[in-house]
């Protein structure tokens, strides 16, 4: 399980490297989304799967849809950040560690023991985090959606 996590680890400090060198906006997006991926699977070998879902559930999926759709929806009409020219090196090796990753988690029969949690407890956070917030947490999103929208520039129509 080290290994898995140092792998991950790894895998997750060269992505945001990546993602902060490269000039590609979609390039950048993509290699965010594997950082949230390795966060999540480190919570999972921490023993903290529902850190992990929920690590996956929003950030890796709600949070990735509204930057990329932010990034489509702003355009570039230069098109200097455009473009999706993700070196095939830098995809290979994203693949290859994905992969030994995977071997190396399976390669433990057993999934890493879950902290003992008072199931009171863990009733008493579901209904904190998902009964009274979740219709407020929606409207921040609808609202920095709506926000990124507002500021990104007309096309020009030819006239």
Not at 17 to 37: D, E, Q, T
């Amino acid at each position: 399980m080290a290994w898995a996590a140092l792998v991950a680890g790894v895998v997750a400090a060269f992505f945001a490297g990546v993602m902060l060198l490269h000039r590609s906006l979609y390039v950048s997006a993509v290699s965010l989304l594997v950082v949230l991926l390795q966060t999540a699977v480190l919570f999972l070998l921490c023993g903290s799967p529902l850190l992990g879902l929920l690590q996956v559930m929003i950030y890796a999926g709600a949070v990735m849809v509204l930057v990329v759709v932010t990034i489509m929806a702003a355009g570039d009409e230069g098109g200097r950040f455009a473009d999706f020219s993700f070196p095939k090196p830098l995809a290979w090796l994203g693949v290859l560690a994905a992969v030994g990753e995977t071997a190396l988690i399976l390669s433990h029969a057993a999934a890493p023991a879950a902290v003992q949690v008072d199931p009171a407890l863990q009733a008493q956070l579901g209904a904190v985090l998902f009964k009274p917030y979740a219709l407020a947490t929606e409207a921040v999103t609808l609202l920095m959606f709506l926000a990124a929208l507002a500021i990104a520039p007309e096309p020009e129509t030819a006239a």
